[in-house]
């Protein structure tokens, strides 16, 4: 539940610009005008990046679908580079890649270890970078051998 209201918080932020310092807006001074005039410019402002929650409860071998959206006004979708990679993984590093092959907005991810995992996505438009981390915990699969019968168990027995 924590974990849900700081993504949404990280969300909030990202879209409410907050989270990128390329959203300034910077005044440039002429040093060949002596009237003390300030010009304004503005910098490119960095792809925006949403992502939904991942969805709960996550298990071993699950696939799970990673959607996010990614917009940018001044810059055509198809010319943003999109990338993922692992941030934090149960796993270590030599087992699993920090890099995914994915580079769309929208993943499916399949764990291969109970723990805690953190998946990054960039977005860059040529001038300017944003990403956003997605995280989740993934538990042991929970298998019922449903063949053999239960042995009963006597009230009392210890």
């Known amino acids: 539940m924590a974990r849900n209201i700081l993504c949404l918080l990280g969300l909030l932020l990202i ?3 907050c989270s990128s310092p390329s959203n300034s807006q910077t005044t440039a001074e002429t040093p060949a005008d002596s009237t003390d005039t300030k010009e304004e410019t503005d910098s ?30 001044n810059t055509p979708s198809e010319n943003i580079a999109l990338s993922w990679h692992i941030k934090n993984s ?7 890649p920090g890099d995914l092959s994915e580079t769309t907005p929208t993943i499916t991810f399949t764990p291969k270890a109970a723990g805690y995992y953190a998946l990054e996505l960039t977005a860059d438009n040529g001038t300017a970078k944003n990403a956003i981390e997605v995280d989740f915990s993934v538990q042991e699969s929970l298998q019922i ?10 009230v009392g027995q210890t």
């Open 90 to 96: 149960p796993l270590p590093k030599e087992t699993e």
């Open 44 to 73: 490119i402002p960095a792809p925006k990046i949403a992502c939904d929650p991942v969805p709960e409860p996550t298990t071993i071998g699950t696939a799970i679908p990673i959607h996010c959206q990614v917009s940018d006004d």
């Open 145 to 154: 051998d449903c063949q053999s019968p239960a042995e009963p168990v006597e």
């Open 15 to 17: 879209m409410a610009g």
